[in-house]
């Protein structure tokens, strides 16, 4: 007699597609040149057929909001002088772009929780 199998996990994702792994990690990279308008045009476009591609491009406009803030800030208020920073936010837009297009639902360190889906019941 067969034993019954015990049904899948409710938190288990969908296989994420080559084109959704494509879409999030343009969302990410499109953040390097278009600040927060390449994210979201893409989130547009894909974001309501793509629970994957949605989580990813409201990480990548949170990240680029997050960075104009910050960057702006500290060139304001040390008048210039620490310009290099400016170039640290492309590192984790990359850094995670790279593991979105690995299929990765990982985020930002301090931004991981924010467009996570909920579990599908």
Do not use: N
Not at 41 to 51: A, P, T, Y
Not at 85 to 107: E, H, M, N, R, T
Request: hydrophobic share 50%.
């Amino acid at each position: 007699m067969d034993t019954p199998q015990p049904p899948p996990a409710v938190d288990a994702p969908a296989e994420v597609s080559d084109e959704e792994k494509m879409l999030a990690l343009l969302a990410h990279l499109s953040g390097l040149v278009l600040a927060l308008i390449g994210p979201l045009i893409i989130f547009l476009i894909k974001g309501q057929e793509s629970r994957f591609v949605k989580y990813h491009c409201i990480q990548a406009a949170s990240w680029q909001f997050g960075s104009l803030v910050v960057v702006f800030t500290v060139l304001f208020v040390t008048c210039g002088l620490f310009f290099p920073i400016a170039f640290i936010p492309a590192i984790g837009s990359i850094w995670v772009g790279v593991l979105a297009y690995g299929g990765s639902w990982d985020g930002y360190p301090l931004l991981s929780g924010i467009g996570r889906p909920p579990p599908e019941v």
